[in-house]
Antibody, heavy 123, light 109 residues
Framework: EVQLVESGGGLVKPGGSLRLSCAAS????????MNWVRQAPGKGLEWVSS????????YYADSVKGRFTISRDNAKNSLYLQMNSLRAEDTAVYYC????????????????WGQGTLVTVSS | QSVLTQPPSVSAAPGQKVTISCSGS????????VSWYQQLPGTAPKLLIY???KRPSGIPDRFSGSKSGTSATLGITGLQTGDEADYYC??????????FGGGTKLTVL
């Protein structure tokens, strides 16, 4: 059974940093692209970042570029999101999601999602 | 403002059919496959439709998807109260970003 479990969320002050983790199990982690998607309270889904299976290709939303860093450790079946210079507008539930396909291919979708971890940026 | 446009809400009676539209452009829907996600209250999104019209294992055939040009549509027949949820369309954009619609809240009256 595919499982994605996020952790690392919490309350942080504006300008602060936080590192999210996503522990994957039930599939060959190193064979799949992985993604972070966030959802602000009462709002819709917003894509944050994607990383290819071997970490060769990484993409970010403009809203987080230069502040967030996605990474993965295939030996530990784990995905990470380092978030720096956090702002109030970064407050959201952050989901990790497994990707099928990739940018440039006809098909690129997210077939499994974790339960999410809440990040609150407030003074 | 979302790249893909969905109606904020739709509603229908139990047993009826409803459709949810998703409008984009040639830089996203027009040249790529569309997926749909269901988010029940208080839960994580779940893949409902991929590659425009394919259903993952376990998704009932009451759910269907289609695409024409730069628009896509999710159809749900035989509505049940358990279908009340937010529905999102998604694809990727030529700017190398994943894009979602703003979401549609389905109410089963």
């Amino acid at each position: 059974e595919v499982q994605l479990v996020e952790s690392g969320g919490g309350l942080v002050k504006p300008g602060g940093s936080l590192r999210l983790s996503c522990a994957a199990s039930g599939f060959t982690f190193s064979s799949y692209s992985m993604n972070w998607v966030r959802q602000a309270p009462g709002k819709g889904l917003e894509w944050v970042s994607s990383i290819s299976s071997s970490s060769s290709y990484i993409y970010y939303a403009d809203s987080v570029k230069g502040r967030f860093t996605i990474s993965r450790d295939n030996a530990k079946n784990s995905l990470y999101l380092q978030m720096n210079s956090l702002r109030a507008e970064d407050t959201a539930v952050y989901y990790c999601a497994r990707g099928i396909g990739w940018f440039g291919e006809l098909s690129y979708y997210f077939d499994y999602w974790g339960q999410g971890t809440l990040v609150t940026v407030s003074s | 403002q979302s790249v893909l446009t969905q109606p904020p809400s739709v509603s229908a009676a139990p047993g009826q059919k409803v459709t949810i539209s998703c409008s984009g452009s040639s830089s996203n829907i027009g040249n790529n496959y569309v997926s749909w996600y269901q988010q029940l209250p208080g839960t994580a999104p779940k893949l409902l439709i991929y590659d425009n019209n394919k259903r993952p294992s376990g998704i009932p055939d009451r759910f269907s998807g289609s695409k024409s040009g730069t628009s896509a549509t999710l159809g749900i027949t035989g509505l049940q109260t358990g279908d009340e949820a937010d529905y999102y369309c998604g694809t990727w954009d030529s700017s190398l970003r994943k894009v979602f619609g703003g979401g549609t809240k389905l109410t089963v009256l």
